[in-house]
């Protein structure tokens, strides 16, 4: 950062002290992962200032041979990676993907059948704080209540009397896998189309470690940096039938000139989940995930389900007398960051909420295991037992910088 030191020093001080935090912290947050360097440069890179509206062969700007097979390089490789008929790899956000699918296939008005975000799903389903819900009719579906599983029965009902135009299946804070095949039957019977949005599942989907959802859907988006690792951005996947709209629903529909930058990393992210080396990590990432559930168990917390099918767990903390906001508040004072989350049936406010959302991909990235597992679950005991307890904090604080120094994210490079 020698350029950015000089110029400008305070913003490159907020990054060094960015870089230690990531270092000294360990990252349970089940929408975050570390990126490797590869990704980090790419996302960097000159492409950064590169204006390119338009698609490969047919732009509003010059120049941009470069930027043609750039994206053409990303395209084809997240096409093999998911056996995808079509592509679309411009969306700069999960969010924009889902709006850009909405606006593709509805007209404004039009009735949308969604998971519920309180029961797991996401924002941009239709929730009454996004504008997704300004813009169509959503009617929304849930968990049962004794399964705190999807009722796909329940599901089946909303779909018959509801008579939605699309059913977005996908989640992002369930733990269990979505049978793809009920949901595509379902939108079938009501003459609807499918919309999968796999954001935190997308790196276990390419690995085939979890059923894949790209050939039972007309639509799949997702974004890059969860449990993909790469650098941020969506993706919208889509049957050959629906290109022409999809791609006319970013640009110029929703996006100008697309962050080329981000093309580029997600280009090296799509070649590095084709590795052996990325599907064994996806496995791992499934392993830990399963032990920060059993862990949990044995110190006497509630899993919500009873256990997790994917990347992360859902902790109920209503026994312990705690809300998510103090333990969130309490693990993050020392370098255990977590996210405060609703559990099906909460009677408290998402800002507050009775759970915490525990994700397993950083830390596997950072190369630990179950070992590591069960030793991040005796700190995360202790402080939720102990909050109160400033010698508590500063022991377990100091335990949480021995484990990170122990698994550096970014190691020295070598000379």
Do not use: W
Not at 232 to 254: D, S, T
Not at 333 to 357: E, F, L, Y
Request: glycine share 8%; hydrophobic share 40%.
């Amino acid at each position: 950062m020698y350029e950015l030191s000089i110029h400008d020093p305070e913003v490159a001080d907020v990054i060094r002290q960015e870089e230690a935090r990531i270092e000294t912290t360990l990252d349970l947050i089940a929408a975050e992962n570390h990126a490797p360097r590869a990704i980090l440069e790419a996302q960097g890179s000159i492409f950064s200032t590169k204006a390119a509206e338009g698609y490969p062969g047919r732009r509003f700007h010059a120049g941009c041979r470069y930027a043609d097979e750039l994206e053409a390089l990303a395209i084809s490789r997240v096409q093999r990676l998911f056996g995808a008929e079509h592509a679309n790899v411009q969306p700069h956000s999960g969010v924009s993907a889902n709006l850009a699918v909405y606006f593709a296939t509805l007209d404004v008005g039009d009735r949308i059948l969604a998971m519920q975000l309180s029961h797991g799903g996401h924002l941009s389903h239709g929730d009454s704080a996004s504008i997704t819900s300004r813009c169509f009719h959503f009617s929304h579906y849930g968990v049962d209540p004794a399964t705190e599983r999807i009722d796909y029965d329940q599901v089946r009902d909303l779909a018959r009397s509801f008579k939605p135009r699309m059913i977005v299946a996908g989640a992002s804070s369930y733990p269990r896998l979505i049978d793809y095949e009920k949901m595509a039957a379902i939108a079938r019977e009501a003459s609807a189309v499918l919309l999968v949005d796999m954001a935190h599942i997308a790196g276990l989907v390419a690995a085939g470690v979890i059923p894949d959802p790209v050939a039972r859907a007309d639509f799949v988006t997702f974004t890059t940096y969860k449990t993909l690792g790469g650098g941020r951005g969506g993706v919208i996947l889509c049957r050959r039938e629906h290109a022409a709209k999809i791609n006319q629903a970013i640009f110029p529909g929703a996006q100008g000139t697309p962050s080329l930058n981000l093309l580029a990393a997600k280009a090296v992210c799509f070649k590095l989940a084709m590795k052996p080396e990325f599907t064994a990590l996806q496995r791992k990432t499934l392993e830990t995930a399963a032990a920060f559930a059993l862990e949990f168990e044995k110190r006497g917390y509630r899993i919500v389900t009873g256990g997790t099918d994917n990347h992360l767990v859902l902790v109920d903390l209503t026994s312990k007398n705690l809300t998510g906001e103090v333990a969130e508040k309490a693990l993050e004072s020392v370098g255990i960051i977590v996210n405060r989350n609703v559990i099906p049936g909460d009677t408290r406010k998402a800002d507050v909420a009775s759970g915490i959302r525990i994700g397993s991909p950083a830390i596997t990235s950072r190369g630990m295991g179950i070992v590591e597992v069960v030793q991040i679950v005796d700190l995360i005991d202790r402080i939720l037992v102990n909050h109160h307890q400033p010698s508590v904090l500063k022991q377990v604080s100091r335990e949480v910088t021995g484990l990170c120094r122990q698994f550096p994210v970014y190691p020295p490079a070598l000379d």
